[in-house]
C-alpha cells in the first residue's frame, strides 16, 4: 500500500479564520513533507520532516506552522492567510533519510482563501 | 546544485502515436530520477525512477525512461499514446539530504 490521504479535500477561508490541514500514511515512512503548488507550476517545497523533526523549512512564512505528532501524522495549522495562499496543498512521505527513497504523494487539498 | 529542465511546456500528440518528453538534468554526482503524472485536481503520481539499477526503467502505464548519461538525459516515452495519458508531466530529482527538485512540467495533449 503506497497511501497518502489528505482532509480535506477542499477548504474555504477567511483571512482571519484560523484552519488545519491533515496528513497521514502508514507505509512506515520516517521523513513527510508539505508542498504548495500553484496552477499550471511545479510543486514547491515548504517544509519537510525527518524522524518527527523538522529538518528543512524553506524560508516559509509563520502564518504557515507545520506539526508532526507522530511518525504517521502530519498537520499543517494556518492563520492569517492571505488570498495569494490559494493554491493545492500537497502532501508527501518517503523512506529515511530525506531525499533517498521515492516520495508517494496524498491527493491534496485545494485551499481558497477568501 | 541540481536541476532539472523539461524541454517543451507543451507537447501535443494524436491518439496512437509515439509521445517524447523531453527531460535533461544538471548533477554532479549520480542522481535519482523521476518521472510523476498529475490529472486535473488530483496528486502526483510517480510513473517510474531511476536508482541506477538499470538504464532502461519501465514505469506504469507503458511508459518507459532511458537514462544517458553521457547526454545528461531522462526522457519518457510511450509507443503509443491514449486519450487517458492527457495530464501534466514532471520530471525530478534528488540526492541524499534534499527533498524532490521538479522541472517546469510539460502538459501532454492527445486528440482522436
Known amino acids: 500500500d503506497t497511501e497518502v490521504t489528505q482532509t480535506p479535500k477542499h477548504l474555504v477561508m477567511g483571512m482571519t479564520n484560523k484552519k488545519s490541514l491533515k496528513c497521514e500514511q502508514h507505509?512506515?515512512?520516517?521523513?513527510m513533507y508539505w508542498y504548495k503548488q500553484k496552477a499550471k507550476k511545479p510543486p514547491e517545497l515548504m517544509f519537510v520532516?525527518?524522524?518527527?523533526?523538522?529538518?528543512i523549512n524553506e524560508s516559509v512564512p509563520s502564518r504557515f506552522s507545520p506539526e508532526c505528532p507522530n511518525s504517521s501524522l502530519l498537520n499543517l495549522h494556518l492563520h492569517a492567510l492571505q488570498p495569494e495562499d490559494s493554491a493545492l496543498y500537497l502532501c508527501?512521505?518517503?523512506?529515511?533519510?530525506?531525499?533517498?527513497?521515492?516520495?508517494?504523494f496524498g491527493p491534496g487539498t485545494r485551499l481558497t482563501v477568501l | 546544485a541540481q536541476s532539472v529542465t523539461q524541454l517543451g511546456s507543451h507537447v501535443s500528440v494524436s491518439e496512437g502515436a509515439l509521445v517524447l518528453l523531453r527531460c535533461n538534468y544538471s548533477?554532479?554526482?549520480?542522481?535519482?530520477l523521476f518521472w510523476y503524472v498529475q490529472y486535473p485536481n488530483q496528486g502526483l503520481q510517480l510513473l517510474l525512477k531511476?536508482?541506477?539499477?538499470?538504464?532502461l526503467v519501465k514505469g506504469i502505464n507503458g511508459f518507459e525512461a532511458e537514462f544517458k548519461k553521457s547526454e545528461t538525459s531522462f526522457h519518457l516515452t510511450k509507443p503509443s499514446a491514449h486519450m487517458s495519458d492527457a495530464a501534466e508531466y514532471f520530471c525530478?530529482?534528488?540526492?541524499?539530504?534534499?527533498?524532490?527538485?521538479f522541472g517546469k512540467g510539460t502538459t501532454l495533449s492527445v486528440s482522436s
Open positions: 525530478a530529482v534528488n540526492q541524499a539530504g534534499t527533498a524532490l527538485i
Open positions: 548533477s554532479s554526482v549520480p542522481p535519482y
Open positions: 508527501a512521505s518517503s523512506q529515511a533519510p530525506v531525499g533517498t527513497d521515492t516520495q508517494y
Open positions: 531511476y536508482t541506477s539499477a538499470a538504464t
Open positions: 520532516y525527518s524522524y518527527e523533526k523538522l529538518s
Open positions: 507505509m512506515g515512512h520516517r521523513a
